[in-house]
């Protein structure tokens, strides 16, 4: 959609800066709590002494578990989706949801300092993980719904934003390293900074209805839904629904009179306007189904297999150099490194969109990525139980996380962009909701997948 004649200016690029930065909040969450998982892992995988001696510490696979409760709520309040948006109000599903997310950030960093037995501290981390990313659920459904009222660039932006939220989190997790101050105090400074960032998206979301430009689409879009309605209260009351005269009107009129020519122009606008409401009927779930089945196969099968092996075995990737290096080499080579060529590979689709929609290479480029879980379980995954190591090296374990990453975000963005493409444009929003709960169903898929992968290593 293309900025309507008449539409006021989005001055300084106000609105797309608020989109940008409400992507970026949809999906700090979920980022912040993966690229701590050096934190929760430490703090979970520390030795205790019992009676003078050293207990075996416990595996508690907290990178499987942490990508699986992440992806559940997403499937479930996609599955929800219909239930509960219209019986709760958009202010309250956005601005609700980012106040308890701050809530349980502003909760997250205050346990930093709260020493705790480990199964307490699991218990409870898990429990966090499935509410804040229930109400991100919430929150990215709904951003979708008001993004998807604006000109198509500023979806753009919000992409934007959501992509680059990975990167922001690694960065944010690279600065707690290099600080000077110990472990706890830099943990206690990384989850500050989301509940900042979740504050400034939510004034930014308050903000927006006081722009201009962002009231005339957000208003232009409640009234869209009375058009027909309101302009067959303009009819004449002697014609019905069904293009004829009202039997009422009709015995007004002396018999073998024919009918004035305002009601034959009355009833033709009419017909005209019905006929034009025919055509924007929606067709039913299945028959939308039908035709972006295979961009809905093509979602599901790149997010499960990114999300498989990304973070729940590449997060135990080691170094094969000591030092400092050991400190960076995960938030560099694994989270700031795939959330960059993630980015880089959904603004290629800007330019290069191939294969096309309708080629048959593109399903077969989505299923070739599947080369890059045995690439990845054959890095130097440690510690390890039946897989040989075939690629020690640093360097190795970077070019294959580039190349899986590009073409993650770069067949994610394709998929998405092309099923609205193959159906009618009243049947946007049917298949806006299926691409969401296809690309739910996949990430659960993957993160289910992870226990399997990483007990096989």
Not at 10 to 24: C, E, M, P, Q, T
Not at 116 to 135: E, G, H, K, L
């Amino acid at each position: 959609m293309e900025t309507q004649e008449g539409a006021p200016r989005d001055r300084w690029h106000f609105v797309g800066i608020i989109f940008f930065i409400l992507g970026l909040g949809t999906l700090l969450p979920w980022n912040f709590f993966m690229t701590a998982s050096l934190y929760f892992n430490n703090r979970l995988n520390t030795s205790e002494w019992s009676n003078g001696t050293m207990t075996s510490t416990k595996e508690y696979y907290f990178n499987n578990w942490m990508t699986l409760l992440s992806q559940l709520p997403l499937l479930l309040f996609t599955l929800l989706n219909s239930i509960l948006y219209p019986r709760i109000s958009e202010k309250i599903r956005i601005a609700g949801s980012q106040v308890f997310i701050l809530i349980i950030f502003i909760l997250t960093a205050i346990l930093v300092k709260v020493p705790m037995v480990q199964d307490r501290f699991f218990s409870i981390t898990m429990a966090t993980i499935w509410f804040i990313n229930s109400f991100g659920a919430v929150l990215q459904g709904s951003l979708f719904g008001l993004v998807g009222l604006l000109p198509q660039k500023y979806s753009t932006f919000f992409m934007s934003g959501q992509g680059l939220a990975g990167a922001f989190a690694a960065l944010a997790i690279l600065m707690a390293i290099a600080s000077d101050t110990n472990a706890e105090t830099a943990a206690l400074g990384y989850f500050i900074t989301p509940c900042v960032g979740t504050l400034v998206t939510l004034i930014s979301y308050l903000l927006l209805p006081k722009l201009e430009f962002a009231r005339f689409y957000l208003n232009k879009s409640k009234g869209q839904s009375y058009e027909v309605d309101a302009s067959r209260e303009l009819l004449p009351k002697g014609i019905q629904e069904n293009g004829e005269p009202n039997s009422q009107a009709t015995d007004s009129v002396p018999n073998g009179s024919p009918c004035s020519p305002e009601s034959d122009v009355a009833r033709q606008a009419f017909v005209s306007i019905d006929a034009e409401h025919d055509k924007q009927v929606k067709s039913s779930v299945l028959e939308v189904l039908k035709k972006i089945w295979v961009m809905a196969f093509c979602i599901t099968f790149v997010v499960m297999v990114t999300l498989s092996v990304f973070p729940a075995v590449t997060v135990d990737v080691k170094t094969v150099y000591e030092g400092k290096w050991e400190n960076y080499f995960i938030p560099v080579c694994c989270f700031l490194l795939f959330n960059v060529m993630d980015w880089i590979g959904r603004s290629i689709t800007s330019h290069v969109r191939w294969p096309s929609k309708e080629s048959r290479l593109f399903p077969v480029l989505v299923v070739s990525r599947v080369l890059f879980i045995p690439l990845l379980m054959f890095c130097n995954v440690q510690e390890r139980h039946f897989m040989p190591v075939l690629f020690g090296n640093d360097w190795s374990f970077a070019i294959i996380m580039v190349f899986f990453s590009v073409s993650s975000g770069y067949c994610v963005c394709l998929s998405m962009s092309y099923a609205p493409q193959l159906v009618a444009p009243q049947d946007g929003e049917t298949t806006g909701a299926l691409m969401m709960f296809f690309l739910a169903l996949g990430l659960s898929l993957g993160a289910a997948l992870s226990f399997l992968l990483r007990l096989i290593v």
